[in-house]
């Protein structure tokens, strides 16, 4: 629309700022006319190499979506806590106790061949889990990726 009012480029941040535009003929084009709505907005949280902490929670709270680390399956939750690392378990608590809508988990132990066992643990406690994969591209926008 701003193209169909011949509205100038230096008027275009005030009105992305919300201004109405009045035309050299004194015409007033309300701001509704030339904008769409924005977007909401996203909210991404990172947690790796890091020992599991509750009080993280807060801080990610309804995140869209969460990577955590989940270096370990829970039965080795105290070699987790020797090295400073979380299990796939915690991460999945992590989640769930922040509201986030979906989960990633990576950072793996190579001791896993089958990261399968740490999905499972994870989706028992947060089921919108899913494995972090070379390469893999997730959406954080609204409907994010039908993968989950």
């Known amino acids: 629309m701003t193209d169909f009012y011949k509205v100038p480029v230096y008027e275009l941040n005030r009105i992305k700022n ?12 309300p701001n509704a006319r030339l904008t769409r709505p924005a977007e909401p907005a996203r909210k991404y949280a990172y947690c790796s190499d890091t020992a599991f902490h509750p009080q993280i929670a807060e801080q990610i709270k309804g995140a869209d979506l969460l990577f955590h680390e989940a270096t370990f399956a829970q039965d080795e939750e105290a070699r987790a806590r020797e090295t400073f690392h979380s299990t796939a378990a915690q991460a999945a608590r992590m989640a769930a106790d922040a509201d986030v809508k979906r989960l990633v988990i990576g950072h793996f132990s190579a001791r896993y061949e089958d990261e399968s066992v740490l999905l499972d643990e994870a989706r028992a406690v947060f ?3 899913m494995l972090a994969k070379e390469n893999l591209c997730v959406n954080v926008g609204a409907g994010g990726n039908r993968d989950f």
Request: charged content about 20%; proline content about 13%; glycine content about 14%.
């Open 18 to 29: 919300g201004a109405d535009f009045v035309t050299p003929d004194g015409e007033l084009i």
């Open 127 to 129: 089921p919108q889990t």
